[in-house]
């Protein structure tokens, strides 16, 4: 016997609602389980499936208890009783066990059990009973699936729960024996009359059984073999009965219950097959939006990743826009101050130009001053040379005076010459000032429009900027609602993936009932 441990000795109560089902094979290993069999015993249903169902008994259970369910079952008859289970954790819990053969063509494939909640006063029986059988087993075993006493007390429980034939025959079988001593008696004492009337009420007694058991107790044990298959999941039987008594009415309320079955079950797999088809069509649909979903999520992270490094790329040239605005506002400042420097270079210029035409104009003077020392000169040289020898002296200052003013004349052409190629130098640069001043005015005018254009550009950016904000917070939005899109499809596949899995369950259980074609 299989012992499973630990065990904590704190019972798991059922609720009313739960009926706890399982199918198993000819070996005991389970092939279906309901839901309420996986919430019950704690066990995942991959542990289940495939695993003997011995996976739930307890160690409190007597042996005797499955001994004789088996002893049922092999004998193609349901068995009911009461059973202790194990969860998983090592609670435990007390059902109503109802184990059913399953048989297809005449042959048992395999054994449908359903639990149910027992009665507390049931449970409390059970447990006093199994403990005693634990403690002392010689006194109590379990029979039919209930406790009874061995020994004579066995014998006396036995015949107080005997079957209808049994007690048919108890009753007709002293009868039938009491006849046939009178019978005896009549025949040893010569009475021939009292004789036959003996052996005719024997036969009067057998015809009896025979009529019961033909009207009676055939009846009855093919309404019990019906019943049997439909427990066990057989709607495929089929009898009729023209009987108009009790026999009768119950024949054809079975035949009626099986019908109508057969029409429910039916119906139901018709029903649970057209809903399997949806459910794995929006479960494929699921599937193929969760994958779009998540796609799309995935494309809205990338363009929320790109707008924000956008947004950054854009904020940073709306900086660098505003850096450029104020240096080329520091530029046409300056600009504007070389320009007026320019323009005051070309004035000074002028000015040294004016003043280079006078001091020509005094050279010429100067020149005109010595041309007339040099006449005069001459002049005094031709008196001297009158006065003959008294002029000489006069003659020698006239002539030093004649070449000083020669001197001074050619100093003054030099110097004419200077400032004449001065003022020349002077005018081209008052006119290249004058050319550097507009070109300055035409620098500070362009200035001004790169400063206004930079302006707008700062502007434009910055607007930019805002529009590129909402767009990311428009783009960080359909984000945050498609990751809850993708959120609500994970939960509504997972919803219908649940769904598919019951549906699947209830195809399973379904499938346990053979209806007739």
Known sequence: MRLNL????????????????????????????NAHFIEVSGFPEAELIGAPQNIVRHPDMPPAAFADMWRVLKSDRPWTGMVKNRRKNGDHYWVLANVTPVRENGVTVGYLSVRTRPERAAIEAAESAYRRMREDGSTLTVRNGRVAQTGWRGWVDRVAHLG????????????????????????WHGAVWRAAGAGIGVALCAGLALLLRAAVLAPLSRAMATARAVAGGD???????????????????????????????????????????????IVADNGDLSGRTASQAASLEETASSMEQLASTVRANADHAQDASRLASTACDIAERGGAIVAGAGDAMREISRAAHRIVDIIGVIDGIAFQTNILALNAAVEAARAGEQGRGFAVVATEVRALAQRSAGAAREIKSLIEESVTRVDDGARRVEQAGVTMTEMTGSARQVSSLMEEIRLATREQS???????????????????????????????????????QLQAAMAMFRVGR
């Open 164 to 187: 209808l034939a049994a007690r048919f025959g108890l009753l007709l079988a002293p009868v039938a024996l009491l006849l046939v001593a009178l019978g005896v008696d009549a025949a």
């Open 6 to 33: 630990p065990v904590t000795q704190q019972e798991y109560v059922l609720r009313e609602d739960q009926s706890i089902v399982s199918k198993t094979d000819t070996r005991g290993c389970i092939t279906y389980v």
């Open 466 to 504: 805002q529009g590129i904000d909402q767009v990311n917070s428009a783009v960080a939005e359909m984000d945050r609602i498609t990751q809850q899109n993708a959120a609500l499809v994970d939960s509504a596949a997972v919803a219908s993936g649940g769904l598919q899995r019951q549906a699947r």
């Open 235 to 281: 709607l495929s039987q089929h009898f009729s009965s023209s009987r108009d008594d009790e026999i009768g009415h119950l024949m054809r309320a079975l035949q009626q219950m099986n019908v109508n079955l057969s029409s429910i079950i039916g119906d139901v797999r018709v029903g649970m097959d057209a809903m399997l088809t949806d459910v794995d069509g």
